[in-house]
């Protein structure tokens, strides 16, 4: 049973568009949430952190969390080409064990 | 401040040998995590390393097992290696006191291949 769901795309959006990644999680003990984009063939890089409930922004990015619906989602504006990537979302849980839970991933593409 | 570092990069090796990958984790981060990343499954966690204790294990054959220095860096070993390891290897450390700003930070990976 997966603990953290993401589809796996890909999604498709035009440039300029926004991108809205989505991330649900099974895990109540689950504190604190982390985007991750990956390019093709290399490693993840962290993008946002969010710990409490409401949204959260940089730059162009915003984290999305809420607790009670267990859902976590990261939107991206005015998208450009080299935004095409692999999202990943985790949580990180302390309830337990201490682990870091990773989705699949949803892989973006933005069309120029 | 220098992020994760991993070695080698690259590693070639043929069924039955065995390879041992290093993770140098950033200054002050004390948690060293490794996990597999193959295209069909993702990121799979392998384990976890703090303080020279492994706190927290997947599930991975004893084959694979790891261990973790008084300097924080790490080495993930794989013995008699099987077509199926073939995968890219990803390091991540974080200070790993808990409580809910911990983060993890990756390193650039380690691809290993089987033939």
């Known amino acids: 049973q997966k603990e953290v769901e993401q589809n796996s795309g890909p999604l498709s959006v035009p440039e300029g568009a926004i991108a809205s990644l989505n991330c649900t999680y099974s895990?109540?003990?689950?504190?604190?949430f982390f985007w991750y984009r990956q390019y093709s063939g290399k490693s993840p890089e962290l993008i946002m952190s969010?710990?409490?409930?409401g949204d959260k922004e940089d730059g162009r990015f915003t984290a999305q969390l809420n607790k009670a619906s267990q859902y976590v989602s990261l939107l991206i504006r005015d998208s450009q080409p080299s935004d095409s990537a692999t999202y990943l979302c985790?949580?990180?849980?302390?309830?337990?064990?201490?682990?870091?839970?990773f989705g699949t991933g949803t892989r973006l593409k933005v069309l120029a | 401040k220098a992020g994760v570092t991993q070695t080698p990069r690259y590693l070639i090796k043929t069924r039955g040998q065995q390879v041992t990958l290093s993770c140098s984790p950033i200054?002050?981060?004390?948690?060293v995590s490794w996990y597999q990343q193959t295209p069909g499954q993702g990121l799979q966690f392998l384990f976890e390393?703090?303080?020279?204790?492994?706190?927290n294990k997947g599930n991975f054959p004893g084959r694979f097992s790891g261990r973790q220095f008084s300097n924080s860096r790490s080495e993930m070993n794989v013995s008699t290696l099987e077509l199926g390891d073939s995968a890219l290897y990803l390091c991540?450390?974080?200070?790993?006191?808990?409580?809910?700003?911990?983060?993890?930070?990756f390193g650039p990976g380690t691809r290993l291949t089987v033939l």
């Open positions: 985790a949580a990180h849980t302390t309830s337990g064990t201490y682990k870091y839970i």
């Open positions: 200054s002050g981060h004390r948690s």
């Open positions: 969010i710990y409490s409930n």
């Open positions: 390393y703090f303080s020279e204790t492994q706190r």
């Open positions: 991540a450390s974080s200070v790993g006191t808990g409580g809910g700003t911990d983060t993890q930070y």
């Open positions: 895990d109540r003990g689950s504190q604190s």
